[in-house]
């Protein structure tokens, strides 16, 4: 059973910056169990969840517009954990952030339990 473990959320400042951490386990990540595409996305309040970063195998990127120059996604596949660096942070960045972590049998991925990110004003 795939478990994801996320942390680094909290309340912060506008302008300040939070990590956030997810951290695979649970099984053996070879074969057709490999870890794929890492991800994270995020809902806010009455709002749909949508993607804030992902990073394939190959270390490729994609953001979402409004966090482009702000947030940075990266992974230590040794760790099979995957990091976003928030730097800049505004209000409107508040919502509840969930990793994703793809595998080579589960193009869908499995899903976090979700760290809150509040950006005070």
């Known amino acids: 059973q795939v478990q994801l473990v996320e942390s680094g959320g909290g309340l912060v400042q506008a302008g300040g910056s939070l990590r956030l951490s997810c951290a695979a386990s649970?099984?053996?990540?070879?074969?057709?169990?490999?870890?794929?595409?890492m991800g994270w996305y995020r809902q806010a309040p009455g709002k749909q969840r949508e993607l804030v970063a992902v990073i394939s195998n190959g270390g490729s990127t994609k953001y979402k517009d409004s966090v482009k120059g702000r947030f940075t996604i990266s992974r230590d596949n040794a760790k099979n954990t995957v990091y976003l660096q928030m730097n800049s942070l505004k209000p409107e960045d508040t919502a509840v952030y969930y990793c994703?972590?793809?595998?080579?049998?589960?193009?869908?991925?499995?899903w976090g339990q979700g760290t809150q990110v509040t950006v005070s004003s």
């Open positions: 994703n972590v793809g595998l080579l049998s589960r193009p869908a991925g499995y």
């Open positions: 649970g099984i053996i990540f070879s074969g057709i169990f490999s870890i794929n595409a």
